[in-house]
């Protein structure tokens, strides 16, 4: 343990500053001499905590606890602190003087220095150096298991006017809000940083190995990460409202290098303030051609119930004797612009948007009503159909009452129905 004694007139200003060791943190003994102690100072305290020192300093005239200081080279420490007030005969306080001890080394402390370095305090996130180390393996894992990444930069929309309008600390407890936000909507094992202000950044790992899957991936993570952000705050009994812009760029292996990805991200989250803020933007075009058709395809699918562009084809089987025994249900949507449209382009849209859900329901009617039609000609009467539904069908609370719905509605005979998944 190095201790190190100083000594400071009525104001704190070193008249002393006593460097027992050679080498006071850093500092020579020539260096320290006449500097107040706060050429230590970290700025990891707050004011409150200084006047919270100060005061019982010049009530009881002692005081004593740990503060995080910093070395000559930057290194933020804990030392010990113990300082006592010298009053004079009349019972003014004259000087301090005190000792520092350096209990870095202590387990509770080394902990602590390693959540100093690697954490931002406020919101208690990864700070822009884990982010860096996070970001270095997770090059190195793409690299190895192929799969994309993607780092999304998002920078809060007017947080200066919120800031201006409630006071810093009200910004402040917001920010730790979205922070909660983005910790609960990320996958455990993705990483999600504040760089500081207004600046957070989400690493995603594992995405697919394909680009464009990728990029709807991101895509997708980023919209509902922008919606989740925009839900309205309860701080301190105000009702906040916050919206972000985010910027994309996907990294698979050592392809670009951390800086450059974090600049991309932010290049592109510039792109998405001056488009209007609150919106999302990839760095490379062809990515943000990519989901800007599939934001398209999303809007239309939307509207394709409702639109009768949903179509259900049947695909008759047959037996050995070539005998019609019963039919698959294919569904197709005819897109008035793009023509027919295979349900491997649409449905993980349907499945990611939750859209399968009521597609799903009206394939079923659909299907039913069919084998209601069919029922009625002794050619088809007998025909089993077979229909998909998927497992996120399949999870609906109601999905059993909606068949038997669809069945009694129809009147058909539930054993000419075959539900595969
Ligand atoms: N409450 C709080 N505010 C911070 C903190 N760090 C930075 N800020 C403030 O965050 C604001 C960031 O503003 P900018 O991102 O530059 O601008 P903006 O108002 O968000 O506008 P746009 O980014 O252009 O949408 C500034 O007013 C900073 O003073 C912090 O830790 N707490």
């Keep these: 343990m190095q201790a190190t004694l100083f000594s400071t007139n009525q104001l704190g200003f070193s008249t002393i500053f006593i460097v027992i060791a050679e080498n006071c943190r850093g500092y020579s003994t020539e260096e320290a001499v006449g500097r107040t102690p706060a050429i230590l100072s970290s700025g990891q305290h707050d004011k409150d905590f200084y006047q919270r020192m100060w ?12 503060m995080w200081n910093k070395r000559k080279n930057g290194k933020i420490y804990a030392d010990w602190l ?4 010298v009053t004079a005969d009349d019972g003014h306080i004259t000087h301090y003087v005190g000792t520092f001890s350096d209990i870095t080394s202590n387990p509770e402390s080394s902990a602590e220095i390693h959540r100093l370095a690697y954490y931002d305090s406020l919101t208690h996130l990864p700070n822009r150096r884990m982010l860096f180390d996070r970001l270095r393996q997770a090059l190195a894992a793409s690299s190895r298991n192929k799969h994309y990444g993607a780092l999304l930069f998002l920078d809060l929309d007017n947080f200066k006017t919120l800031n201006d309008t409630y006071g810093h600390s009200i910004g402040d407890l917001l920010l730790v809000e979205i922070a909660q936000r983005l910790t609960a909507n990320v996958r455990e094992g993705d990483t999600e940083a504040r760089l500081g202000g207004d600046e957070f950044v989400l690493m995603l790992e594992n ?7 990728a990029v709807i991936q991101a895509g997708l993570i980023g919209e509902k990460i922008r919606d989740t952000v925009a839900l309205p705050y309860i701080v301190q009994g105000l009702e906040l409202w916050c919206t972000a812009s985010i910027g994309v ?13 974090l600049k991309h991200s932010d290049f592109a989250m510039y792109h998405a303030k001056n488009e209007g803020r609150n919106g999302i933007r990839f760095f490379d075009p062809e990515m943000q051609a990519t989901l800007v058709e599939r934001s398209a395809l999303e809007s239309d699918l939307r509207h394709a119930l409702e639109r009768g562009q949903l179509r259900l084809y049947y695909q008759i089987q047959v037996n050995n004797e070539r005998r019609a025994i019963g039919a698959e249900a294919l569904l197709r949507w005819v897109h008035p612009e793009r023509g027919l449209i295979l349900p491997e382009q649409f449905i993980p849209l349907a499945e990611k948007t ?7 329901l009206w394939v079923l009617q659909t299907a039913c ?27 609906q609370p109601d999905f059993v009452e909606q068949v038997r719905q669809a069945l009694s509605t129809t009147g058909i005979n539930p054993a000419l129905l075959k539900i595969e998944l």
Aim: aromatic share 8%.
């Design 249 to 261: 760029s996907l990294f698979y292996g050592h392809e670009s290098s951390v800086d450059d990805l």
């Design 207 to 213: 995405l697919s190995e394909n680009t464009q899957e």
């Design 369 to 395: 009503a069919q084998l209601r039609d069919w029922s009625t000609n002794p050619a088809t009467s007998s025909l089993l159909l077979a229909l998909n539904a998927s497992a996120l069908e399949l999870r």
């Design 82 to 85: 113990t300082i006592s007030a």
């Design 55 to 66: 005061a019982t300093l010049n009530e009881q005239k002692y005081w004593q606890g740990k």
């Design 354 to 360: 939750g859209l399968i859900v009521p597609i799903g």
